[in-house]
């Protein structure tokens, strides 16, 4: 079965751009959660969406959001782009239960490393 | 919000146990989950502990003390490959109904020859 895939796996933008990432989940798999990574912050979650709806949002700014397509696919999104939004940004997958909390594993992707300049 | 500790940095010897400890606050906990996370990798789930007591896989096991906000991960027969970040993250639920889990800093592992 493949893994997590993310793309790209590399980004350069600007200040003040946007950046749309992407993330497919293991087949089958129909949780997808967003972490932030950085040196600074260490590992943060950013949300998780099941069934193309977002279930669970973590503590950051309306710049970022994100959406899952009816294949489960996901895509994270970051609008007006700062300096320190610069970070490894990992998606996680997981079976995903209706209802309670899974919990089951979840399956880390290898990221985007984005850069902001 | 959580507080998470763990240590910075602990160093061991090839074929030794380690210990690897995390305290948390949290008002609404839901349970604890241990990743290992190589340098330049993604992490890797490596347990999930939401009732008191001991959780054995193989070389590695996870204790959880609910009264007491703690955790420790040990791994024995250190190999060098052990030598990695190891992240302690805690999930809450909120009074709003989300389930929000929380990195620890990680505890960096160097495993010695």
């Known amino acids: 079965k493949a893994g997590v895939t993310q793309t790209p796996r590399y980004l350069i933008k600007t200040r003040g751009q946007q950046v749309t990432l992407s993330c497919s989940p293991i087949?089958?798999?129909?949780?997808v959660s967003w972490y932030q990574q950085t040196p600074g912050q260490g590992l943060q979650f950013l949300f998780e969406y099941f069934s193309e709806t977002q279930r669970n949002k973590g503590n950051f700014p309306g710049r970022f959001s994100g959406r899952q397509f009816s294949n489960s696919r996901s895509e994270m999104n970051v609008s007006t782009l700062e300096l320190g939004d610069s970070a490894l940004y990992l998606c996680?997958?997981?079976?995903?239960?209706?209802?309670?909390?899974?919990?089951?594993?979840?399956?880390f992707g290898p990221g985007t490393r984005l850069l902001v300049l | 919000g959580q507080n998470i500790d763990q240590p910075t940095e602990m160093t061991a010897t090839e074929g030794a146990i380690v210990q690897i400890n995390c305290t948390y606050q949290?008002?609404?906990?839901?349970?604890l989950f241990w990743y290992q996370q190589h340098a330049g990798e993604a992490p890797t789930f490596l347990s999930y502990?939401?009732?008191?007591g001991l959780e054995e896989k193989g070389r590695f096991s996870s204790f959880l003390s609910r009264s007491k906000g703690y955790s420790y991960l040990l791994l024995k027969e250190l190999q060098m490959k052990d030598s990695a970040s190891y992240l302690c993250?805690?999930?809450?639920?909120?009074?709003?109904?989300?389930?929000?889990?929380?990195f620890g800093r990680g505890t960096s592992l160097i495993v010695h020859p």
């Open positions: 949290t008002s609404g906990f839901n349970g």
């Open positions: 087949s089958g798999h129909r949780s």
């Open positions: 993250a805690v999930r809450d639920r909120t009074s709003g109904g989300s389930y929000i889990p929380t």
């Open positions: 996680a997958s997981s079976p995903g239960l209706a209802g309670e909390p899974p919990k089951e594993t979840q399956y």
């Open positions: 502990n939401v009732l008191d």
